[in-house]
């Protein structure tokens, strides 16, 4: 994996980004979490969209193998007229084919390629602008070019993961994650971006919003899936939301408007309502409101004016606790409607209502039975809200916890707030069960100096445990000496050493947030670095010996979870030689703008 020169001063590249022969599946290198389908009962249904979609990418999993006699399982589908992906054989004018592409009702169109069970593979299918040709990507590499010149992609209105979106036909058993639609076409050298880089969510060349549909399917656990795109807020419906007049709002005389606020006196039942919202049932929408001054708790139903609709599936009264709550109202619950309206009830207390919010937001869906899986401990089971920022999207809330979209730097949460993403660009974000190897090279076995770099995030999840960082093993198992080089690092401080534990270094020093480590060996003098300064010197006498192991990004040898690393790590670099202070230096400056 690492380049073969052992003259060149460059850090060492990961295979497939060097000229080095040996193949690699960079899919593998995928180390996000996903949804584990059981082939039975499992599948993602995002409902409601309008989008014209031209690409579709995401990676999969099977849990057995797939030949072009297997039986024909359901990997998605978009419904316009019709089009979709199932796996194994079937029936039409492509016979003994393994991937099936069925555009808006143009008959089947297939690849012949074995998968194996148990290994990541990453998919896109992507319509030509020049010729509505569509064509077929497996692992960044093109396998089929479909000449479908009278089936153009048009306006989707529906999606299905791991079934039919007729919702007939076997599920797919195994694994799907990070599933993108496009409203353009991407080249085949964008498919190639991001199979390569499989940190990345959207290409180089192509624009963030058009990304139009994005489903990480990586944290969290419920049962709606909400769009993660940063475009998929539209604008607010609600004008005066923070009540600085009385003119936009109607109400009974339950409830009063002053202060800047809608007070319920908790008399009786009364009404609180806007006119000209416009609602249409094609659309879903995001509501959120304050709650302050409930003794008790307020108890609202949310609906149209005449008090005949429901916009919540509950179609109930709710509890809602003072402070910021936030509702999700699908289309399939409000039809067209004109008005917002809140009804309390004097089952709760009197309350205040202020900073009402009412935004459309793209293509939400439900989940129906997956589990999460490649997380920390067991898998949990799909039984609340999925929300990628963390919002509480049914009955009250008193926190605020965002879990922002993977991958991009910057958009909008469901609340159309501007935030910068919590994984930098490039980074791999760990957590506890993945690690990256490089696979063993003679360039590895650095004699007599050499340099260890790089960036990473540190939190509360360090401990008394060690969290290895680098780790060139002497032997298959975590035994004496323990490793050619380790570089590692706790709640109390950093060790490292070369060759023997004997030789141990170690340096107290509490870490915090992003910080750039690194370790320098000339000879016998050992120099560490944090941040761009020297903090520490050691005399080890060891050198480097010659070792037939792969070297361990983010783990050690046994792969033990409480010794791994559980945050981000990012440019992680060997060199062949010791860098002078002024070149630590100069390498923290350069990244400390991006890492903070």
């Not at 960044?140 to 479908?148: H, I, P, R, W």
């Not at 202020?354 to 997956?370: M, P, Q, R, Y």
């Amino acid at each position: 994996m690492a380049v073969t020169f052992s003259n060149t001063n460059k850090p060492l590249n990961p295979r497939g980004q060097d000229a080095s022969p040996l193949a690699y599946n960079r899919a593998a290198l995928y180390s996000g979490k996903a949804l584990d389908f059981d082939g039975v009962n499992d599948y993602v249904a995002v409902n409601n969209i309008t989008d014209t979609y031209k690409s579709f990418c995401f990676y999969f999993k099977p849990d057995a193998d797939i030949t072009d006699t297997s039986s024909s399982d359901r990997l998605f589908g978009i419904y316009s007229e019709y089009h979709g992906i199932s796996t194994g054989s079937a029936t039409g004018s492509v016979t003994g084919e393994t991937l099936v592409f069925m555009p808006n009702g143009g008959g089947r169109f297939g690849t012949r390629m074995e998968f194996t069970a148990n290994t990541w593979y990453h998919l896109a299918v992507c319509a030509k602008e020049s010729d509505n040709t569509y064509l077929m990507y497996i692992n960044g590499q093109d396998k089929t070019d479909f000449s479908l010149n009278t089936h153009a992609p048009q306006a989707a209105t529906k999606i299905r993961l791991a079934w039919d979106v007729q919702e007939t036909g076997a599920k797919f058993n195994g694994q799907i994650a990070n599933f993108k639609a496009f409203n353009t076409a991407l080249t085949a050298a964008q498919v190639a971006d991001l199979y390569n880089f499989p940190e990345k969510i959207v290409p180089t060349g192509v624009a963030n919003t058009a990304l139009k549909l994005w489903l990480p399917m990586q944290e969290g656990a419920g049962t709606t899936a909400l769009n993660g795109a940063p475009d998929a807020l539209g604008s607010e419906l609600v004008t005066n939301g923070t009540f600085d007049s009385a003119n936009d709002w109607s109400h009974s005389s339950q409830y009063s408007i002053s202060s800047g606020k809608a007070s319920y006196n908790g008399s009786s039942s009364g009404k609180l309502y806007q006119t000209g919202k416009n609602l249409v049932g094609i659309k879903n929408y995001i509501l959120t409101f304050d709650v302050s001054n409930a003794s008790t708790y307020a108890n609202i139903w949310i609906g149209n004016q005449a008090g005949l609709n429901s916009y919540t599936a509950s179609a109930t009264y709710q509890t809602y606790y003072n402070g910021t709550n936030a509702v999700l109202l699908e289309g399939a619950n409000i039809g067209t409607e004109t008005t917002l309206a809140f009804y309390a009830n004097n089952v709760g207390s009197s309350f205040d209502i202020d900073n009402i919010s009412l935004k459309e937001v793209a293509n939400c869906g439900t989940i129906s039975g997956a589990t999460w899986t490649h997380g920390i401990g067991a898998p949990v089971a799909q039984t609340s809200v999925i929300d990628w920022n963390k919002w509480k999207l049914e009955g009250g809330s008193t926190s605020n916890e965002y879990l922002i979209p993977q991958g991009l730097t910057s958009g909008r949460d469901l609340l159309g707030n501007l935030f910068e993403n919590v994984r930098k660009q490039g980074a791999l974000n760990l957590d506890g069960n993945s690690w990256a190897e490089v696979h063993d090279n003679e360039s590895l076995d650095i004699t007599p100096a050499m340099t260890i770099e790089v960036w990473i995030k540190c939190g509360n999840e360090l401990n008394s445990d060690y969290d290895h960082v680098f780790v060139k093993p002497t032997s298959a198992s975590w035994s004496s000496p323990y490793g050619t080089y380790v570089l590692r690092l706790n709640n109390s401080g950093i060790q490292w050493w070369f060759n023997s534990i004997a030789n141990v270094a170690s340096h107290s020093v509490v870490l915090t947030g992003w910080n750039h480590l690194t370790l320098t060996k000339n000879g016998t003098s050992e120099i560490l670095y944090v941040n761009g300064t020297q903090v520490d010197t050691h005399t080890g006498a060891a050198t480097i010996s010659s070792t037939a192991f792969d070297l361990i990004i983010g783990t050690l040898t046994s792969k033990a979870s409480s010794e791994s690393v559980a945050n981000q790590l990012a440019q992680p670099r060997i060199y062949n030689r010791a860098l002078t202070a002024a070149e630590v230096l100069r390498n923290y400056n350069s990244g400390k703008n991006t890492y903070k």
